[in-house]
């Protein structure tokens, strides 16, 4: 009976789609044998590694057109994230997609088919998985929980609908980052693209759906092998994003021989450590992508010159808080209402903004909005004390007042000029455009002197802003500001504090006890509305846990 109802439940929210999961459906029988399910526990696992006959058991796990069902004992007491990364380390390097998994009272589960070879491993493990943090998971399987014919889900349609939001016909790009997490799958399946077969899939849809694609865009996919890349022949990708994933070794870019690379980037990988002398990380790269000119942002064909890098950031391990903040401060300052910088600023900060010195009358004209704060330490008089701004409130005050902006952070360069454990100091300079004006370009520089403080969290000491027009032929690079589509901003919160204010809020909302609210938020990445829409569909569909309340 709990099978059945469980079979409804999952069928329900499948919407009655087709059958289709991530593989054809030649080899899929067309009419349902006899399904005899078997539960697994762990002593049928340990016989079944040991090579006991068990030949029922056996045919079950290698038949495909049936669906499996996986068990995490008293899962609801762990992140949908934790548990699935855990299970999957584990049954590496065979491959197995979850599908629909969700929360029944104290324990989890999900349904899987196609996965013979994962099942195996799962049982060699005696059904018992290590979490990252050391904690036992406990599993049971019932294989043969389902046919594909009573139980119908196509996987299909949904992965398109993703490639087709992430791709761009005119600037012919693909944009996969974070792949697995994309709010249109993420709920039904768990892909993510670090497992070979469901990123060969993927890229060989996207081949063969959309249309011809130069820059591919990898980022944060937990990728540390590369031969998918090979299999599906990509051959019109120039420039490819692999930033921040699990790459170890330069030789694990063999499979990149076989594309025609102009551009890589691979900062945020573990092999770039490898390397103190940049010549020589270059060198290593070229003997895979023959063809590159640009390595993480720096031109590499310099005819002998030194390199020229973007930015400096001698520290890569400070290289996220630096891209985090610039890119959290600039869509803040952009928004309507600057309130929003409110947080950023110590209560003992210093600002103060200087003004580029006009060549000509046009020029004066168009930085005329900035003329009042300029501060120019070269005229001595009353205005060199009164335009250093001192505490956040008269800092706002002031950013309040200056012109409304769109920075086009495509063109900053960022550097980090100095940092400890208890300050960093930015420097970022680019473009950017005043709203509600002409399409004149700015130039600026901005030095920003950021310290720690408890939860991780760093602040604004000194804020030191200068405002000047670009040299002449900065239009030969223009950014194509009329399409740039500026950032939306999204507040986030990072420290715990933060994130124990949205649990509270959460619960007077919902009622839910501590742990379930954390543990909704943390699925949604600590959006608020996000989990409150959960909360209400789950709770709608009767999906909610017992000792939810």
């Given amino acids: 009976m709990y099978r059945h109802n469980l079979v409804n439940v999952i069928q329900n929210q499948s919407n009655q789609m087709s059958i289709g999961l991530l593989d054809t459906q030649h080899n899929v029988q067309t009419a349902p044998a006899v399904l005899t399910p078997v539960v697994l526990d762990s002593s049928a696992a340990i016989k079944l590694s040991m090579g ?22 008293r899962g609801a007491n762990f992140d949908k994230e934790v548990v699935l990364k855990s299970i999957l380390k584990s049954i590496q390097p065979a491959d197995l997609i979850p599908v629909k998994y969700q929360v029944i009272g104290e324990n989890s589960c999900f349904i899987a088919r196609n996965c013979d070879r994962a099942l195996d491993q799962l049982c060699k493990t005696s059904l018992i998985v290590q979490c990252f943090d050391g904690s036992p998971l406990i599993l049971s399987i019932t294989l043969g929980f389902a046919s594909i014919h009573d139980l119908k889900i196509n996987i299909q349609p949904l992965l398109l609908t993703v490639l087709k939001k992430r791709y761009n016909a005119e600037k012919k790009t693909l944009i996969l980052d974070n792949f697995h997490k994309d709010e249109d799958i993420y709920s039904t399946v768990y892909c993510p693209l670090s497992q070979c077969k469901t990123m060969t899939h993927v890229l060989k849809l996207a081949k063969n759906a959309l249309g011809p694609f130069e820059y591919l865009s990898l980022q944060n996919n937990e990728l540390h092998i590369l031969t998918m890349l090979e299999a599906n022949s990509l051959k019109s990708v120039k420039y490819l994003d692999l930033r921040h994933n699990d790459i170890m070794r330069v030789q694990l870019l063999e499979p990149l021989k076989a594309l025609n690379i102009t551009e890589l980037l691979l900062d945020g990988n573990p092999m770039c450590e ?14 895979y992508c023959p063809k590159i000119v640009k390595l993480d942002g720096v031109q590499v064909n310099t005819g002998g010159l030194p390199l020229i890098f973007k930015s400096f950031i001698k520290n890569w391990s400070k290289s996220e808080l630096v891209e985090q903040f610039v890119q959290h401060f600039f869509t803040a300052y952009d928004h309507k209402d600057r309130n ?4 950023l600023y110590h209560d003992d900060a210093w600002y103060s903004t200087t003004v580029g010195t006009p060549t000509s009358p046009t020029s004066k004209k168009f930085l005329e909005p900035f003329g009042s704060e300029n501060r120019n330490l070269l005229i001595f008089g009353k205005n060199s004390q009164q335009l250093l701004h001192h ?15 769109q920075h086009i952070q495509k063109s900053f360069c960022c550097d980090l000029m100095y940092h400890s454990k208890e300050a960093l100091t930015i420097s970022v300079e680019g473009l950017f455009k005043l709203i509600n004006a002409t399409n004149q370009l700015f130039s600026f520089n ?48 990072y420290s715990p504090n933060e994130k124990e204010n949205l649990i509270l809020i959460f619960q007077e909302s919902s009622q839910m006890k501590h742990e379930h609210c954390e543990k909704y938020l943390k699925e949604v990445e600590w959006n608020l509305k996000k989990a409150i829409m959960n909360f209400l569909n789950h709770y709608k569909n009767g999906q909610l846990p017992k000792d939810a309340f």
């Fill in 52 to 73: 006991s006959t068990m030949f029922h058991e056996r045919s079950l796990m290698s038949r495909n057109d049936i669906w499996h069902k996986i068990v995490i004992l």
């Fill in 274 to 287: 490898n390397y103190a002398n940049p010549l020589h990380y270059v060198e290593a790269v070229k003997q």
């Fill in 340 to 343: 929003v910088l409110r947080g």
């Fill in 391 to 405: 505490g956040q409130d008269e800092i706002l005050k002031v950013l309040k007042k200056l012109p409304a902006s």
């Fill in 446 to 493: 901005r030095t920003f002197i950021l310290v720690a403080e408890e939860d991780n969290e760093y602040k604004i000491v000194n804020d030191q802003y200068h405002v000047y027009l670009p040299v002449h032929g900065i239009e030969n690079i223009n950014y194509n500001i009329e399409n740039e589509s500026p950032p939306k901003f999204e507040p986030s919160c």
